[in-house]
């Protein structure tokens, strides 16, 4: 079984809200991805968590804050999002960081930000 | 030179055609490849990884030249369902992350 889900399938948030996207996978993966996805691009990274610790964070706006509770668990809590960050987010996972290791995606959360 | 360069097509092909894309990364370090197909809307579902000595899966078949850093997926057969945007993924060395193509899209016409 190769799966990790997310919640909210789609989320319609206002600029001055704050919401959190949830990942999960079940897998035994020790590290979870957080992406952002525009219209016709690839996926952009944003975070990695490597054995429940922030391994890499690419320069991401503080309104975007990662969480990892536990080992299955991924969060993206929203803050004071403007409506350019509107993008399918994807959460992904792999069996251990590093080459070799292939990385499993969940269907996304589509948000918008109006 | 870009890092992964694909060709973004569109490639429109007729049912049962054979199908390539090839695809050129410029870290010759890089260690390991991927191919995902996404289709429109969806997530990247992971298709392939790509070995030195080349890999089939059914109607797909993968090869690596790591000498001329390209890798190539090759579809026979294609169905209507292959329709989709396949994307070259490259994972340079260490806990680099992955980069990844901008993708190429097919679109399979019965």
């Known amino acids: 079984d190769t799966e990790v889900t997310q919640t909210p399938k789609h989320l319609v948030m206002g600029m001055t809200n704050k919401k959190s996207l949830k990942c999960e996978q079940h897998?035994?993966?020790?590290?979870m991805y957080w992406y952002k996805q525009k219209a016709k691009k690839p996926p952009e990274l944003m975070f990695v968590y490597s054995y429940e610790k922030l391994s890499i964070n690419e320069s991401v706006p503080s309104r975007f804050s990662p969480e990892c509770p536990n080992s299955s668990l991924l969060n993206l809590h929203l803050h004071a999002l403007q409506p350019e960050d509107s993008a399918l987010y994807l959460c992904a996972s792999s069996q251990e960081q590093g080459p070799g290791f292939e990385q499993y995606f969940g269907p996304g959360t589509r948000l918008t930000v109006t | 030179r870009k890092e992964v360069e694909q060709d973004p097509g569109p490639f429109n092909v007729p049912e049962g055609a054979t199908v390539a894309f090839n695809c050129t990364y410029s870290n010759s370090a890089s260690q390991s490849f991927f191919w995902y197909r996404q289709d429109c809307r969806k997530e990247p579902k992971l298709l392939m990884s790509v070995y030195s000595s080349g890999n089939e899966d059914g109607r797909f078949t993968a090869q690596l030249n790591r000498a001329s850093q390209y890798i190539s997926l090759l579809i026979r057969d294609s169905k209507l369902s292959d329709s989709a945007t396949y994307l070259c993924v490259v994972n340079p060395s260490g806990n680099t992350p992955l980069v990844f193509g901008k993708g190429t899209r097919l679109s399979v016409i019965a």
């Open positions: 897998m035994g993966h020790r590290a």
